[in-house]
């Protein structure tokens, strides 16, 4: 079949990079993790979520 290419252009790639690492060693996936980071970065004091595993993060709350 045709192959498919992923192509992820960063405002900032040292969050990206930082989002990617933390991703790999944990259970919570990569766009949630840069979701986060994004948002800290630019001012954000708290990340709200949906997921267990990521609400357990520093500055993430879980909605019940």
């Known amino acids: ?3 498919a290419m992923v192509m992820l252009a960063a405002e900032s790639p040292a969050l ?3 989002a990617l690492e933390v991703a790999r060693k944990g259970r919570v996936g990569f766009a949630d ?3 986060a980071e994004v948002a800290l ?3 954000a004091s708290e990340i709200i979520t949906f997921e267990k595993d ?3 993060k ?3 709350r879980r909605l019940k």
């Open 1 to 3: 079949g045709p192959e």
């Open 16 to 18: 990206a990079r930082r």
């Open 33 to 35: 993790h840069l979701i």
């Open 41 to 43: 970065e630019f001012g």
């Open 54 to 56: 990521f609400g357990r």
């Open 58 to 60: 520093q500055h993430v």
